[in-house]
């Protein structure tokens, strides 16, 4: 079938015009729409409070998200915990230590970052193996991390201080969409708790992450576009192959 119409699992860009499905659109004449399958809701502090964890307990912070980040320092500000300017903030990605500026003053903190992907940071974390690590994260977490953290015996605790959940999709047609768009499990499972009742059938699905893959897999979808992989380290330059393959074929067929 040919893709008319795609659904992207996320927030419209602020920018629409610097987006790289925009640019999509353009090549192969495309409709592109953009929706929140989850929202955030943030854990309360007097939530947090049962868990017993005490930030100040730690001298090191991973991050994993922005969420995570913004998260962090709004509990930390409603439990009243002056971070200290001796932390230090481990990093998935430089965009997320970048971020980190919104809240410290980064020139003056240590922090530091992976490239892309968990294992890259790891090997920073393997250098600072005395320090104390807090892992800021969501109900719904991977547990791949915590794994691999125990599995290098580093000294952590898990902080819940956001949960997911499923946004109300009511005003959508899911059925209009050639293609749908994933980047978590968390956007997966909305689809089905939106739609009961969804059949993929020759619907393209494309999904980003091991984790959001083999919950679409367990969930009976086909996963026709899987990304980071080799040739495509984002979702848009995935979606960009398939569909320039998808272009060759029918040119063949034509001949």
């Not at 020139?107 to 490239?115: C, D, E, N, S, T």
């Not at 980003?208 to 040739?231: C, Q, T, W, Y």
């Amino acid at each position: 079938m040919k893709i008319k119409k795609i659904l992207i699992s996320q927030p419209k860009p602020a920018e629409l015009e610097k987006s790289p499905y925009t640019a999509l659109t353009e090549k192969y004449n495309l409709e592109v729409e953009y929706k929140k399958f989850i929202k955030v809701e943030g854990i309360k502090a007097q939530e947090f409070r049962h868990s017993k964890v005490n930030i100040l307990d730690h001298s090191a912070i991973i991050f994993t998200s922005r969420k995570a980040v913004d998260h962090f320092f709004r509990i930390s500000e409603e439990l009243r915990v002056e971070i200290p300017d001796t932390m230090k903030y481990f990093c998935i990605s430089e965009s997320t230590a970048y971020y980190l500026q919104k809240y410290v003053q980064y020139r003056k903190r240590k922090i530091f970052h992976g490239k892309q992907n968990f294992n890259d940071l790891m090997e920073l974390i393997k250098k600072h193996k005395k320090e104390k690590f807090l892992l800021p994260c969501s109900e719904s977490h991977k547990n791949e991390i915590p794994e691999i953290l125990e599995k290098a015996k580093i000294k952590y605790n898990k902080a819940v201080i956001y949960r997911t959940q499923s946004a109300d999709l009511s005003d959508i047609d899911i059925e209009e969409f050639d293609m749908l768009v994933f980047f978590s499990p968390s956007g997966v499972k909305s689809l089905f708790e939106n739609f009961k009742d969804y059949k993929q059938g020759d619907r393209v699905v494309a999904i980003f992450g091991p984790s959001a893959i083999k919950e679409a897999e367990a969930r009976g979808l086909k996963v026709n576009i899987k990304a980071p992989n080799k040739k495509a380290p984002s979702m848009s330059m995935a979606i960009d192959q398939f569909l320039d393959e998808e272009r060759k074929k029918r040119r063949r067929k034509k001949k």
